[in-house]
């Protein structure tokens, strides 16, 4: 079970609405990145938290309802491919954890953040490298940025067949880079990346 180290320590410099901060898609190759925000009660834990990446599909969808079961308050914010094309994917994905802390339905006044940047959020931020390995809300807004995203894919295979985006969701895979050089990109590819692999001048 994960500790709550790092929320039990923003508690003690007085703070009182700790949310976790998390990311999902932003290395690939197309659709937009998913942002989550979520604060978790102080007595509430659960055994089976840790980074979305070490945890089966059919274990992430389960932890997802517990986690949207329980939790005090969550928010999930995207960052468009748009907005990826025209920002860069680093600033989308900050794009889109700001709006998910903007989206919850009770405001957070500090916000723990996966990763070694947290810029410009609308309440204080601390990146954690490896947070969502080490602290239970980075783990749950995780698996809640991953959820989401995976559920959105399911929806973009079906309006854009070819790809197999269903099952790689998104990543550069050999399939996935098949299909590219196949069908040529659809409107969901970010072009950004087209050009770094080659599939676009």
């Known amino acids: ?24 898609g932003r290395g690939c ?6 942002a989550a925000a979520v604060i978790l009660p102080e007595n509430w834990n659960h ?18 309802d517990d986690i949207t079961g329980h939790a005090l308050a969550w928010a999930v914010g995207w960052g468009s491919v748009e907005e990826i ?5 680093l600033n989308a994905a900050m794009l889109a954890m700001r709006r998910a802390i903007e989206a919850l339905p009770i405001s957070a006044d500090y916000a723990l953040v996966d990763g070694n940047i947290a810029r410009d959020f609308p ?14 809300s980075i783990a749950a807004a995780s698996i809640l940025a991953k959820v989401s995203r995976d559920r959105l894919c399911m929806e973009l295979d079906r309006a854009y067949p070819g790809y197999g985006i269903a099952g790689h ?22 072009k950004t990346f087209m050009k770094k692999i080659g599939c676009i001048k």
């Open 1 to 24: 079970m994960l500790e709550r180290e790092w929320e039990e320590r923003c508690r003690r410099e007085g703070y009182h609405a700790v949310c976790g901060v998390d990311e999902a």
């Open 29 to 34: 190759l197309c659709g937009p990145v998913c």
């Open 47 to 64: 055994p089976m938290l840790n980074d979305s990446k070490k945890l089966s599909p059919k274990k992430r969808e389960a932890l997802y």
């Open 85 to 89: 094309d025209r920002l860069n994917i």
């Open 123 to 136: 309440i204080p931020a601390r990146p954690i490298v490896g947070g969502d390995g080490i602290s239970p």
């Open 169 to 190: 969701k998104g990543y550069c895979t050999r399939a996935h880079r098949e299909a590219l050089l196949a069908l040529g990109p659809s409107p969901i590819h970010r």
